[in-house]
C-alpha cells in the first residue's frame, strides 16, 4: 500500500537562505521551487539518489507552516509517504484505527495528491500520504 519514504518536510523561514546548505554544501540536486497557494507555503525540492527533502516556507503569517515555525522554529516539520492507491492506503489507515485530518486527498506541490495523518494519531509525527502526480 505504502512503497516507500517520498520526502522529508522541513519547516524553515527563508529558501533562499537554506537552499545553498542543501545544494551546495550537502550537494543535494535542486529540483527547483514551486508555491502551493492552497496551503499557504513555498516549497522547493532537492534530491539526492532516490531520496528528496522539501523545504517549506510560509507565504502567509497564518501559514500552518508559519505557526509551526512560532512555536517549534526551523527543523523537521513532516515525513511524507509514497502511495499510487492514496484512497485507498487513507482508507486502510482509518480502519487501523489512525486519525485523518484529510479524508479526502488535496493537491500537493508538483501535482501529487496528499492527504495527512493528524499528529497526535502518530505519535507527535506529521505524517503525510503522497500520491506522485508522474
Ligand atoms: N508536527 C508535529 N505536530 C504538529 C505539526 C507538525 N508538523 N503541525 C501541527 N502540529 C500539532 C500542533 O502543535 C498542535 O498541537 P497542540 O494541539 O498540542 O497545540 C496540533 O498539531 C494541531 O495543530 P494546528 O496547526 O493548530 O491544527 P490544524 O488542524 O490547523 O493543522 C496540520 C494541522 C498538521 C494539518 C497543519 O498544521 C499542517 O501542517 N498542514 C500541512 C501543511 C503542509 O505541509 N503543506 C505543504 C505540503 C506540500 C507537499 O508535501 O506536497
Known sequence: MLTKINHIGIA???????IPFYRDQLGMTFMGIEEV???KVK???LQIGDSKIELL????????????????????H???YETEEIEAAITHLQAKGAR???T??????????????????SNGVL???CQPGH
Not at 524553515?12 to 537554506?18: F, I, Q
Open 12 to 18: 524553515v523561514k527563508s529558501l533562499d537562505e537554506t
Open 37 to 39: 497557494a492552497e496551503q
Open 43 to 45: 516549497v522547493a525540492m
Open 57 to 76: 516556507e510560509p507565504t502567509a503569517d497564518d501559514s500552518p507552516v508559519a505557526k509551526f515555525l512560532e512555536k517549534n522554529g526551523p527543523g523537521v
Open 78 to 80: 513532516h515525513v511524507a
Open 100 to 102: 485523518m485530518i484529510d
Open 104 to 121: 479526502v486527498p488535496r493537491n500537493g506541490a508538483h501535482g501529487a495528491r496528499i492527504a495527512f495523518v493528524h499528529p497526535k494519531s
Open 127 to 129: 505524517t503525510e500520504l
